[in-house]
């Protein structure tokens, strides 16, 4: 929420984030696109250097691979004159030409798996700090990025949700709920009466669905994205969930708030003053949330309160 200000993270605790590492090797790489393989970049070709910059040697592909391969003879090598000849291309790549009509995604994991970057056609630029060195196998996609759009409606759940893991340098697809369970705990206190985490697990909710079914943004490197894991968006963080957070998006898991039969992008902030000007009927007090509930309110008249016209559905 970009004009959102004060707020709550101070009270929470952080959360470690592991890092699912690469995996281990398939099987013997077939050389199935073997035959253009010169160590030129042509047009058509997908090419991988050994350094950064397009500098170094180089490995060219016309199709894609589910796995390098990491012992000679039988793994795809860096062909061209220059540093890294002869390397096996398995997590030693450091930029990328994409001379091919179609967008081609390298894969942290063999087997298309785990972070991943696009190279639109004509891309020249080097690996994200996630990928670079840790090149597992490359797609050459049916069409243009795929996982810009999602498969949910203003009357149905979105099944996943695009989350830019901003200090990772990668772009995670994860489970629409899990995604929800694991911003309310980092953005409500989980102590709170139920009925205010009731109205945040909505809040949180809406906001990401909103963005699901809206959101163009890409990175900086072309990935598409619906949210930030930050305060530019929601806080994110994976295994933070906790047993009265999770309960509230249960419970609250088959309604949808909407205004004018379409999601609302529901705004929140630390309280009604640090909202400020920005108070118009779109964000919710998150201590005024929970003074109401300790007033006994429930979070369907909390929600009324803060966002106008809405219905509960």
């Not at 409500?188 to 809206?214: C, Q």
Request: charged fraction near 20%.
């Amino acid at each position: 929420m970009s004009r959102r200000i004060t707020r709550l993270l101070s009270r929470l605790a952080s959360a470690t984030i592991s890092i699912v590492l690469g995996g281990a090797v398939l099987a013997t790489a077939t050389p199935a696109s073997a035959a253009a393989r010169d160590g030129i970049c042509d047009s058509g070709e997908f090419c991988y250097y050994y350094n950064s910059d397009h500098a170094g040697s180089l490995s060219d592909f016309t199709g894609s691979l589910d796995d390098y391969g990491t012992t000679q003879p039988s793994c795809y090598d860096f062909k061209g004159a220059g540093a890294g000849k002869g390397l096996c291309i398995k997590n030693e790549a450091a930029s990328a030409w994409n001379r091919s009509t179609k967008t081609v995604r390298v894969y942290y994991n063999s087997g298309y798996a785990g972070s991943y970057q696009d190279f639109a056609p004509g891309a020249k630029t080097n690996l994200n700090t996630t990928l670079k060195n840790q090149n597992a196998s490359h797609e050459f996609l049916a069409s243009g990025p795929t996982g810009c759009t999602t498969d949910g409606t203003h009357s149905k759940l979105p099944t996943t949700i695009l989350v830019y893991r901003v200090s990772l340098g990668r772009v995670d697809r994860v489970d629409f709920k899990t995604y929800v369970k694991n911003v309310l705990p980092n953005e409500w206190v989980p102590s709170w009466p139920a009925e205010s985490l009731k109205a945040g697990a909505m809040a949180v909710k809406n906001f990401g669905w909103y963005w699901a079914l809206t959101s163009t943004r890409k990175t900086s490197w072309g990935a598409c994205y619906d949210v930030k894991d930050n305060t530019d968006s929601q806080v994110y963080k994976p295994g933070t969930a906790t047993t009265a957070t999770s309960a509230a998006v249960d419970a609250t898991w088959n309604t949808r708030m909407t205004r004018d039969g379409k999601i609302l992008e529901a705004h929140y902030c630390s309280t009604t003053t640090a909202c400020g000007a920005w108070v118009s009927g779109d964000w919710m007090s998150q201590y005024g949330s929970r003074d109401k509930a300790d007033q006994g309110q429930s979070h369907t008249t909390i929600l009324k309160a803060y966002y106008t016209r809405i219905v509960l559905s």
